[in-house]
């Protein structure tokens, strides 16, 4: 088999236009700088509170406010009498994602994180790491971020769907870390390619690169196992992952909006997809 470049494409009408809709409206600064104020602010900020920090007037920063709202940059919601204006996630990554394909930097992508750590140890999972990988799953759980799955799977069940051969633990010091797991998307031979994947890291563990040197074996194992397609799907509060992902070649396919609820709450995702190089 023989690597192949990336060909480029057109940037397609509709991409060119949504796109040109979004840098228009962050073409006057008093937007651009009421984004950030708000994208730095966990809990939002509302309209009043906007019109301190920036030194304007109320009516000018709603003004800018109503045309980011139309936008879809921000949302706005009463509390009271008072206006909040939270940052809509979705713009985290649809943004970002937008900008590197209006200047061409979805092609080439990375095959897979460089700066992997040395004391981060990636094999393949053993019997004996079932129930480490459950607690982890639980774990990720807990965070309300990583899955729309409330209860652990049970060992057979994710046994019997996860791939053979390409299911990973990291260790750190002797103890188990994380995991990774590819699944078929297709029992449809046409589909023998593609996989959805998961990557989970244990609490205490974040930060570390433990992420980093899970993807970097799962992708390159990927690809030498001639999978052709990757494909995740990423809560778009979880930036670090949806970053971590497209640091091993995943590019954000699209936001698929209000997908399923969690706990009676409706989330947005992230659609993520990673084509091997490998022809």
Not at 51 to 61: D, I, K, N, P
Not at 88 to 94: I, K, M, P, S
Not at 157 to 176: F, I, N, Q, T, Y
């Amino acid at each position: 088999m023989t690597a192949v470049a990336p060909k480029a494409a057109p940037l397609p009408d509709a991409e060119a236009g949504t796109y040109s809709e979004w840098f228009a409206c962050l073409a006057e600064p008093m937007r651009v700088k009421i984004l950030h104020a708000v994208a730095t602010a966990p809990r939002g900020l509302t309209i009043g509170a906007l019109t301190e920090v920036l030194g304007t007037s109320q009516s000018t920063c709603s003004h800018h406010v109503r045309r980011l709202a139309d936008v879809g940059f921000v949302l706005l919601r009463k509390q009271g009498t008072a206006t909040v204006v939270t940052v809509n996630e979705a713009c985290c990554t649809g943004l970002p994602h937008a900008a590197d394909a209006v200047m061409g930097l979805l092609a080439p992508r990375p095959c897979c994180p460089a700066d992997v750590p040395a004391d981060v140890t990636v094999r393949p999972l053993a019997e004996t790491d079932w129930d480490d990988v459950r607690r982890i799953y639980a774990q990720g759980i807990a965070t309300g971020l990583a899955t729309f799955e409330t209860a652990v799977p049970s060992r057979a069940s994710l046994d019997a769907k996860w791939l053979p051969g390409h299911r990973w633990v990291a260790e750190v010091g002797g103890a188990v870390a994380g995991w990774a797991a590819a699944t078929p998307t297709s029992p449809r031979p046409c589909y023998s390619g593609v996989a959805e994947t998961s990557v989970y890291v244990a609490d205490g563990m974040r930060g570390r690169g433990v992420g980093k040197a899970l993807i970097h074996k799962q992708v390159t194992e990927a690809d030498a196992a001639g999978l052709w397609t990757l494909q995740t799907s990423i809560f778009t509060e979880n930036r670090t992952s949806v970053a971590l992902h497209h640091s091993a070649g995943y590019r954000t396919i699209g936001v698929r909006e209000r997908i399923a609820r969690l706990n009676g709450t409706w989330h947005d995702t992230v659609f993520l997809e990673r084509r091997s190089a490998i022809d």
